[in-house]
Every structure is written in C-alpha cells, then in structure tokens.
C-alpha cells in the first residue's frame, strides 16, 4: 500500500522565530507524524539575504523569491513569519487562493486588515490560524475561539508585550528612570534598536484590536486602540504609584460597555499590588479574561522569544496539517455581532493625577471643584512636599480619582493647568479596579 | 429557502451543573444560532427523580428515562452530566453508536476506562469532548490536545480541586486544624456532605490521569496515579511549612521522566511560597505546564461551581455542534506514545520529614547516616523545643531532603521509626521545586 503523501510546508521568514519554526519542525518530525498521521515536508523557506549565515538550516531549502515559493504546487500549509503589512499579504492572499491553509504571527496585518484574511480564508475553505500573533506561547488566540464560545466575554486585560514589560518591572524593583532601564532592555536584547513599536504601545495595540475582535465577535481594527505608551512613565510615578498601592503596568484593556459597544484601549495603568496582573515579571505575559458564567480566568507565560514563539506556531500547524488531512478547515472568523466602538471620549475610567502646586490653604478645594465641574471626584489624595523647592511653598499631589469619562477627566486636566497655583508636571494615567 | 433544521440536543443530568447548562443554553439561544450557524434545541433532560421541584427548567423536558432520549431519532449531541461511571458509560457508548457526539464532565469515567470512550468515538466518527472535566471554567484539555500539540510537554503541575484547595487556604490563613476548616467548607458549600472524594485526593487523581494521558500523547489509568489525600495534614506542618518558605497545596504532578516513563502523583506538598502555584487561593484552581520551546505556561480560575462548570460544557458544546454543521469531527484520542508509567517507589522526589526526637547530642547526626544508607541527603533542618515536654528534653525536628527515590524514602523513614531516640510523629510529605 503506497504511504499517504506527505504535506507540503512553505516557510516565509526565517529570523528569530523563522529559524526556531524551521528547528523544531526538523526536530519534531516524527512525533508530528504520529499526531497528525501524515508526514510534514518543509519544502522552502523565504529569506531576504541568501548570503546570511543559517547554521542548521539546509541551504537548498533557501529562496529569496517568496512568490515563487508560495505559488508551487502542492503547498498545503504557508508559514508566514515575515512580518510587515507588505509583502505578507499579497503573499498569504496568493496561498489561500492556491488552496493552502495559512499559519501567521503577524499582528500588524491582522489589526490593520484581518477582515481582507479572514473572508479570503472562508472563500477558499481554508484554515488561518495566529495564536502566535498575541502573547507569545501562551494559548490565547484558540482559546477565545473555541473553547470561550459558549460564554459571553465581558472585559480581556493583558500584559501583551514583553519589552514594556520588561521595561516598567525594571523601574518598579530598581527604582531607575526609563532611559536609563530602556539601554539595559536594549542591552539585553529585550528591546530593539529601534524600540518605538514597543515602546509606544503600537505593538500592544495591535494585540488587544486581535483580542477584542475574538472576545466579542466583532471587527476591531487597530485604529480603534486608543493608545498611549510609557515614554512619559518616570520613576516618581513608579514610587508614587507603589506607595498608593499600585503597580504600573502597559495594559492592554477591551471592555463591552452597558450600551453593547466596545471600548479598546492601550495605556499605563496603576493596577492593584493584589492583582494577579500586578505580579507579572520581566518579559512575561498575561491575559485576564472575565466572562459572564466562567468568571475570572488568567493565562500566563513567555510572550516573546524565538522558541516560545515557534511553538505556538507549530501548534496552529499541526492543527491546521490535521485538518487538511481529515479534508476540512476549521470554524472562521465569527463578527456577527459587529458592536461599535465607544468614542474614546465616552470611555469610563479611574485615573491617576499627579501635579505640582503651590503649598496655599484651599489648593486642594479649588482643585477639587474644578473636578467637580465635570463629574470627576475624587478618592484618594496624597501631598508631599515637592523636591527642590523650600519646604512650605511646593507640593505634589497624587490624586485618584472615581470614574469619570476620558473626555470630562481631560477636559479638567486642561482646567487644572491653567490655575496660577498649579506650577506644573501634571501627569494623567488611568487607574484599574 | 427552508432554515437548515435545529440540531437537537439531549442534556443527561441536571444538578448543579445540568441546571446551569440548561439554564445558560436557554439564555445563549440567538447567540449560539450565530456562532454555530444552526439553532440548537435541546429536547430533552434526564433526571433520577421527576417530582423535584426545578425552578426555570421546562418540566415537559424531563424524563427519568435516560436510555429513551439518548435512543431518540436524531439525537445531534449529548451532553453528560449525571456523573459516575454506569449508567454513565453505557448511555454514553448508546449515543456515540446512534451517531451523536458526546460532551462530559465526568472525570471519573474518562480516568478509569477512558480509552474504550475514545476509541467508541473514532469508530462512530463523532466528537467526545470533556473540557469541564478538569479545572472546571479553566480551558486546559483544547489548549493540551489542539493548542500545544506543536511542542513536547515535560510536566504539568496542578492544583485542580476547589475542595481541598480552599481547606488548606483556610488551614494557612486562619491557623486551624483540617477538622475545623472541613466542618466550615461543608457549612458553606465547598464540601460535600460525604468530602472522601476531594480529601482523599480521588478526584484530583482522576484529573490527573487525564491531564497525563493528554500531556504524554499516551493511556494513564486512575489505578497509575499515586494518589494520598489532605486528612492527615495538621496546622503544625502548615505553620512548620511556612516558617520553611512553603505553603502547602493538594499538588496533582504529571511528569516525563529521563527514561521516558509518566510519573503521575496527587500528594500534598511543600510548595515555595514565591511559586506560581503558591498564591492560588481559595477554590480556584490552576495549571502549571512545562513544555520545551512553550517554557512555562500557568492556567488560572473558577475550578468548580455550576455556572463555571457549565461555561465549559457550553464552549464544547458550541464547537461539536460547529462541527457538525460542517459535517466533520474534531481530532480524537492521540496515544500514540504508549509511554509506560514509573513505578511508584522509582519517582525522584524532595521530601520534608518532620518527627519528634529526644533532644539529645547526637541524634541528628545519626539520622543524617541512617538517610545516608539509602541516598537521601539532607538540605536544610529545623528544630524546635516540643511543645508539651519540658525544655531541653524534647524537640521536633523539620528536614527538607534533596532528591531522593520515594521507596528509597519510605525506607528510611521506616527506620527512623525504630530509632530509639525518634519519640513519634513522623510526617512525611513531599517538596515540590
């Protein structure tokens, strides 16, 4: 009896999670065939330097012509580990139109244009899968699809990127300034040379526009994300913050609000020491799910890393290689409900205020009918005198405020500024819980 | 165009978490008809007595006939929920044969003849999912079977019973005695009337069976899983753990040993207190999985309770049906491995012995010699004055081992216990980490 045929792999990228994806697969290949019941043969890889060293990479596998690639026949499954909007997708619309099944890390892409995959994947009765496109190893993305679907998710709150991360534990154990900590990150190899995706949140937000799309069946796109990153977080913020009894972290926050639309948001939060987000270290990952009947789940792990990543893209392979061998793809995209976005203005949330004010009877009043003015009031306030300045004449206050909408909390902001007695470094974050 | 007929739905058992399917069925209608593209009906509910009053649940359902339903033309899905092993089984094997898919919860089943399930399953050609098996709300059997099924899974570390979990977190917090704590759980509801299931570890066994079976792509029995319950753990050793660094947990292991043998375990055990596993409090549970590229994943949340429960019947539910619509099955049982278990007295383990002693010069040194005999090597010893016995004349000794065989240990112990100078009270338990 002649042996099945084995499946066809196309690899497109072979960098930090590309050459990890390629290893294991080398390494894997025979448990992989007992669980998916056929071979599966890594047929090409793209690269954009053919000259580049690849130790333990097989250089006949080697193409720097990615369409080529992708349009031989057979391919059953495409590997797309390049990142960028462009060539990605021209390149995963020319696979599915040529009946293969498409696994991808790329979370630009997907919050930028998921809904152009998605419905290319349906018509051609195709899988795509992209769990390692949000947090890492962690199984989030497979989650929320199909395990979550008999349950209304109400709220996804996520550490989602690890440099960040990485970045604000640093400055939170260390005491250090973000300059200071983003050369070591650097260093280390936690962030890159050019660390502004990371750092201003963008690589955040294109995880949450993700994971608010599967939580609540709707289109999200990435400028939905209202979204703020931590170049602004100094290490006062920090103390300050851990003396009130938080912990800042770069949250990613989807929310359905009592209207039925959906707020995504991408912003330096004070999180509660108790909550279980707070105690998320270094580079690690974590995503607090709140349904209506399941409660509060957590998912945490590695969410970056060549290897961790390779493996949550080898589990949407083996999937995906099952299915084509049983002749089916799995369930789609599901948007049905295509609730609207709040208007960031509308959004409700507690918020931090920290300002520096002059040290005169009825400061605080003064602040605090300002506040009042747009149904912003308060709940906690901390003063201390202000560094520098001789004691009696400066102080910092540390507001927390109840919850008021973004729009009415930066509208008294504006306020606030402009009275003569507050001198200055008005700093504005949002606060968890 | 005539609508695509309902796919029916049979519902066998309706206690806490049946009352809560048929509850969460009903409110999820129009939600469930968009996401699997059919509407589900269910037909009918089974129960052992029909005169219990049942607020909310249509009584023309009802039916104390279980074969009868799962007999009826047509039948898409069944959804077991009685618990048990018969008539559990054969109504489940009735369903499978009769072409419907089959969703469980039931733990004890699948830990002792499982197999017979799964490969029922793949003759008829159906679904047999079990996600509310294990972990209650916790999505933990997809992410094994179809999430990390790209990578090799080293260990899973679990604290999946509600009961014995929230009993030793009351034991830590509040200093009382297992006793005390039980009588309360009961008062409240996290235990039952008769608790020998969850405080002799029984039903954490039989999740740890299935989690091994999973984990190893191989068969693990209930009769394989080294199983000791939380009676006999009193508020010394708690407080002695703690005073060590450790808090003590209900621990279900699962691990792949260096000869490839599954070693399967559910004991209590000295957990670090800086450990993952050490802060889940309460009646969450959670999963701790180790796999070789994923690194270290941890799962957290509701491991029990009705509505939890059934959120994940509802998430298998939805997906079966999916399925069906499409006219497909999902993967089935992977055992491929066939990987043996380790003989228990084999297992590799650290160990905290704690026992009563003269406090004489001497008698540690001979302990140390007599573990020396059988390769057990001391890492860190307390002593403290006896409480009872005047000072200086009696002392209790809390030694934590390395490594050490568990045959190798129980021997050992079985000396000390004929040790002269050894007054009683020896406690035996394990360290994990």
């Known amino acids: 009896m002649t042996p099945a045929r084995p499946l066809k792999v196309a690899l497109l990228g072979c960098g930090v999670v590309g050459s990890q994806v390629a290893r294991q697969m080398l390494e894997g290949g025979d448990e992989f065939q007992a669980r998916v019941g056929r071979r599966l043969d890594l047929v090409g890889i793209s690269v954009r330097n053919l000259a580049k060293d690849r130790p333990g990479i097989d250089a006949a596998l080697l193409t720097d012509d990615a369409a080529e690639l992708v349009a031989r026949k057979g391919i059953d499954l495409v590997i797309e580990v390049m990142g960028g909007v462009e060539p990605a997708r021209s390149l995963i619309l020319a696979a599915m139109a040529g009946g293969a099944s498409v696994i991808t890390a790329n979370k630009q892409l997907l919050a930028q244009d998921g809904p152009t995959l998605y419905e290319a994947a349906a018509e051609a009765g195709v899988d795509l899968y992209y769990e390692a496109a949000v947090a890492g190893a962690i199984p989030i993305i497979r989650p929320l699809r199909e395990s979550l679907v008999g349950d209304e998710v ?46 201003e949140g963008l690589d955040a937000a294109a995880k949450a526009a993700i994971l608010a799309s599967l939580a609540f069946h709707s289109r999200v796109n990435l400028d939905d ?161 202000e560094p520098g300045r001789p004691l009696g004449q400066g102080a910092r206050l540390a507001i927390l405020t109840h919850a008021a909408r973004v729009g009415d909390m930066k509208a008294a902001v504006e306020d606030l500024a402009a009275m003569p007695e507050v001198t200055g470094g008005i700093t504005l974050m949002r606060v968890e819980g």
């Open 154 to 199: 109400t709220a996804v709150k996520g550490i989602v990127n690890g440099t960040t991360n990485f970045i604000l534990d640093k400055m939170t154990t260390e005491g250090s300034s973000f300059d200071e900590v983003l050369a070591e990150a650097q260093r280390l190899g936690y962030a890159e040379d050019d660390p502004t995706a990371d750092v």
């Open 225 to 385: 994300v209202d979204c703020e990153g931590i170049t602004t977080v100094t290490a006062d913020d920090v103390a300050t913050a851990a003396e009130l009894g938080y912990v800042i972290k770069l949250l990613a926050r989807c929310a359905l609000a009592p209207d039925n639309s959906i707020s995504v948001g991408v912003h330096p939060t004070l999180v509660p020491a108790n909550h279980p987000l707070a105690n998320v270290s270094g580079a690690f990952n974590a995503v607090f799910i709140e349904s209506r009947h399941a409660g509060q789940l957590m998912f945490m792990g590695p969410g970056a890393g060549g290897a961790p990543t390779a493996s949550a893209v080898l589990g949407d392979v083996i999937t995906a290689a099952r299915n084509r061998v049983r002749g089916v793809a799995g369930p789609g995209e599901s948007s049905y409900s295509a609730r609207p976005v709040t208007p960031r203005n509308l959004v409700p949330s507690r918020f931090y205020v920290a300002l520096s004010v002059d040290d005169e009877p009825g400061v605080l009043a003064k602040i605090a009918a300002s506040f009042a003015r747009y149904q912003v009031s308060i709940q906690a306030v901390r003063q201390e005198s």
